[in-house]
């Protein structure tokens, strides 16, 4: 089993900054890439940023520039430096995992996972 805990969301005024965090555990052989993904109200989920093992690193057009994305692999974490936050900027964010899992009795096979979501809410 593997979980994604993520941490660091909440309310902040336009401009300000916030910092998630997302710490994947559990049966990970291997990670490909991490990434942040969110969901606005009455909207879709939407890509936000990820990161590959190899650091790179890809950003939706409306955050590029106010937001990095960086990991730890040692912690299995990544991180999400948000800054010059904007109202738009407002739903869930939800942290995603793309690695390879053990199995029981079977070679390390694909495995994609969600955390459970965490809600920064930008005022203006």
């Known amino acids: 089993q593997v979980q994604l805990v993520e941490s660091g969301g909440g309310l902040v005024q336009a401009g300000g900054s916030l910092r998630l965090s997302c710490a994947a555990s559990g049966s990970i052989f291997s990670i490909n890439a991490m990434g942040w993904y969110r969901q606005a109200p009455g909207k879709q989920r939407e890509l936000v940023a990820t990161?590959?093992?190899?650091?790179?690193?890809n950003y939706s057009s409306s955050v590029k520039g106010r937001f990095t994305i960086s990991r730890d692999n040692a912690k299995k974490t990544v991180y999400l430096q948000m800054n010059s936050l904007k109202p738009e900027d407002t739903g869930v964010y939800y942290c995603?995992?793309?690695?390879?899992?053990?199995?029981?009795?079977?070679?390390?096979?694909?495995?994609?996972?969600w955390g459970q979501g965490t809600q920064v809410t930008v005022s203006s």
């Open positions: 990161i590959t093992s190899n650091d790179v690193t």
């Open positions: 995603n995992l793309d690695a390879e899992a053990y199995r029981l009795g079977y070679k390390p096979g694909p495995l994609r996972s």
